[in-house]
């Protein structure tokens, strides 16, 4: 593979006054003008030049051929990493949005808010209707946001502030679903948590938003929002 720099004024007789070629016949191994068996060519350019040159062919250039340790890493944002995080945002969120609409409209064969308040009350919370709209409304508002990656962070802690409270409850029926445990929650409190951090990737509302350039400092904050108003219901309303 070759690599080579378009400016005019190639010394040696080469097309291309900066490039690298397998060894063949000029210099041993290890030996001057070569290195790890590849020749190397620079006569047109000083040193300060070549040093330059060699880092700017790294954000553009992966020879195929070079041996492993020589390598330049490369790194960064990909269109995989928005394709994932679309794939995590959808599934997640539309979730909570079914989820939310069984709570407040009785969809999908759901209790509707006077069933779900109900339950709220035999599982000892006080304020169970306007609970259950609460809770209802978080869920289906917090899906919504997630499919549109809008207000990500803050739509994340609203899935884990309501996953957070339902282990709390659940927690002494152990972990797996199988035996009514709280595995489930627990892998979209994870979800959750993570896409508070992540942020929503490219493929969304929210792209070039504060929140998603610092997601450390929101996600962070999403967080002891999550905690706060989870302790609160369990809290305050138990």
Request: aromatic share 10%.
């Amino acid at each position: 593979m070759r690599i080579h720099d378009d400016r005019p004024g190639g010394a040696g007789g080469y097309p291309d006054d900066r490039s690298y070629g397998r060894h063949a016949s000029g210099g041993a191994a290890g030996g001057p003008g070569s290195a790890h068996g590849y020749d190397y060519y620079d006569d047109a350019y000083s040193d300060a030049e070549a040093t330059s040159l060699v880092a700017s062919d790294r954000d553009y250039y992966y020879d195929d051929e070079a041996e492993p340790g020589l390598q330049p890493e490369r790194s960064g944002w990909n269109a995989g990493a928005d394709l994932g995080l679309l794939v995590l945002r959808w599934t997640l969120g539309g979730i909570f949005l079914a989820h939310g609409a069984q709570k407040l409209f009785g969809a999908f064969g759901g209790p509707g808010p006077e069933g779900f308040a109900g339950a709220l009350t035999g599982m000892g919370f006080q304020q169970s209707a306007l609970l259950a709209l609460i809770t209802g409304g978080t869920e289906l508002g917090a899906g919504a946001l997630l499919v549109l990656g809008l207000f990500t962070p803050l739509a994340a802690a609203g899935v884990l502030g309501v996953m957070a409270s339902a282990i709390a409850l659940n927690f002494g029926n152990g972990f797996f679903a199988s035996e009514g445990g709280v595995e489930f929650e627990v892998v979209l409190a994870a979800l959750a948590l993570g896409l508070m951090f992540t942020g929503p990737g490219r493929v969304a509302l929210d792209r070039g938003r504060v929140w998603v350039r610092r997601p450390l400092i929101f996600g962070t904050v999403s967080l002891v929002i999550a905690a706060a108003a989870s302790a609160a219901v369990l809290l305050l309303l138990r």
